[in-house]
């Protein structure tokens, strides 16, 4: 599995409004749901106001560790919103405060992506030699694109110092 450039990004404060979703695990195979998240996008992708999403066809999953738990992660899928809007029943808004994110890409189906999640937390991060902070992970989508070809990119944003 191919991953992109391991660079650095800075990233500024984001607001994204999106459907929450509590995952048990994502290390214990037979604690983890592995219909959660893609419940998640389904539920957003038909619920979600249309008219509120916005033009640059970007989608953001935000995982964010669980205080006290092991292996636990509060996930949200959903977009980037200005500040100061109300989100509709059922949807969270979550800020994600400005940071520096290792940026790598994932390429290929998304049925392939717990493979690059292995390459670019196990092998693309220990590389750099950077180090990886508190805060939200992040995926970055093209709601354009169709995530079960072959040649599809997504990216996966680690926090680092």
Request: with cysteine; charged share 15%.
């Amino acid at each position: 599995m191919p991953l992109g450039s391991n660079q650095v990004n800075e990233h500024s404060e984001r607001i994204i409004c999106g459907v929450p979703v509590d995952i048990h695990s994502i290390m214990i195979t037979d604690l983890y749901d592995p219909t959660a998240i893609p419940t998640a996008w389904q539920k957003f992708w038909t619920q979600f106001p249309k008219t509120d999403l916005p033009g640059n066809n970007q989608a953001w999953g935000v995982s964010t560790p669980i205080e006290g738990s092991q292996g636990q992660l509060h996930y949200v899928a959903g977009v980037e919103v200005k500040a100061g809007y109300v989100a509709p029943a059922g949807f969270e808004v979550v800020v994600i405060p400005a940071g520096n994110y290792l940026d790598v890409t994932h390429v290929g189906p998304i049925t392939t992506l717990a493979q690059s999640y292995g390459e670019a937390y196990g092998v693309a991060l220990p590389s750099t030699g950077l180090e990886m902070r508190e805060g939200q992970h992040l995926e970055k989508y093209d709601a354009m694109l169709n995530p079960m070809a072959d040649d599809y990119k997504m990216g996966i944003l680690i926090p680092v110092k």
